[in-house]
């Protein structure tokens, strides 16, 4: 059975994913190629870096409810973030809001259908070590991933 907890968590996802949207589509082309201090990437790459994290948070999620380990290192992360960077430094803001739609129609359905024996559960985590860390707390990171990102994007734009 579906929990509670899921829903809510689920509920700040979707409230999260949505904000990001609601800023990308306010973006002047101007704006969208501004860099932001302290993540030496432009909004673009910012805001499209909340999009592709979506999916692989969700992996992630599914990986910890099956029972297994995360392996993913944050060297792995870091290697990863710097092609991104390279790869979508002229995506568009119609392209990434395209993504942050589907890959968060993708999770929010991973977070719903989570219940409080998935929630509970732990699993090694690479990006902390391999520290034990529980769904729950890795489904509540997938909303503050998205506002802290964002919140760097805004500040840059004031």
């Known amino acids: 059975m579906t929990s509670a907890r899921a829903a809510e968590l689920a509920d700040n996802y979707v409230a999260a994913n949505q904000e990001v949207i609601a800023f990308a589509r306010s973006c002047t082309d101007e704006q969208w190629a501004t860099m932001v201090p302290g993540e ?7 805001i499209h870096h909340i999009a592709e994290a979506h999916a692989g948070a969700r992996e992630w999620l599914e990986t910890m409810v099956n029972g297994d380990a995360v392996t993913t290192t944050m060297e ?29 129609v993708l ?14 559960r732990t699993a090694p985590f690479g990006p902390a070590n391999g520290q034990p860390l529980p769904v729950e707390q890795l489904a509540a990171v997938t909303a503050g991933h998205a506002l802290g990102h964002l919140a760097h994007a805004r500040d840059a734009l004031n």
């Open 40 to 46: 030496a990437w432009p909004v673009s790459v910012v």
């Open 76 to 104: 792995d992360i870091d290697g990863r973030n710097g092609e991104h960077a390279i790869r979508s430094s002229d995506v568009s803001i119609d392209d990434t809001v395209a993504l942050l739609e589907s890959n968060g």
């Open 107 to 120: 999770m929010e359905a991973v977070l719903r259908r989570l219940t409080d024996e998935d929630l509970a």
